[in-house]
Nanobody
Framework: QLQLAESGGGSVQYGGSLRLSCAAS????????????ITWFRQAPGKEREGVAC????????YYADSVKGRFTISRDDVKNVVYLQMDSLKPEDTAVYYC????????????????????WGQGTQVTVSS
């Protein structure tokens, strides 16, 4: 059973940066994340969960929500089984609980940033951006 654990959240001021990590465990084979799409989601109080950034290892493609394009970068270290989300130029509207999720698939009926496509989820990490 794949398990995901986020870390790296915290409080920063407007314009600051944070790097989130999503560590995968619960398997014995190396490079197992090669077979998963990994996506970062976020959910702010009173709002729906939003797909932020997706990484698909098999074809090296990435997808970003319009709200974070040019500011956030997703990357992965498939040797360490860790996926990162580098967040720069943070804004108060980026404040949310950030989750990473994994889907053992290469094609998506509802899109790579749709939460309905994902099977495995982490517990989340809080990001707070003050103005």
């Amino acid at each position: 059973q794949l398990q995901l654990a986020e870390s790296g959240g915290g409080s920063v001021q407007y314009g600051g940066s944070l790097r989130l990590s999503c560590a995968a465990s619960g398997f014995t084979s190396r490079f197992v994340l090669d077979y998963y799409a990994i996506t970062w989601f976020r959910q702010a109080p009173g709002k729906e969960r939003e797909g932020v950034a997706c990484s698909k290892s098999h074809d090296l493609t990435t997808y970003y929500a319009d709200s974070v394009k040019g500011r956030f970068t997703i990357s992965r270290d498939d040797v360490k089984n860790v996926v990162y989300l580098q967040m720069d130029s943070l804004k108060p509207e980026d404040t949310a609980v950030y989750y990473c999720a994994a889907a053992p698939k290469f094609t998506f009926d509802s899109g790579e940033l749709s939460d309905s496509e994902y099977t495995y989820w982490g517990q989340g990490t809080q990001v707070t951006v003050s103005s």
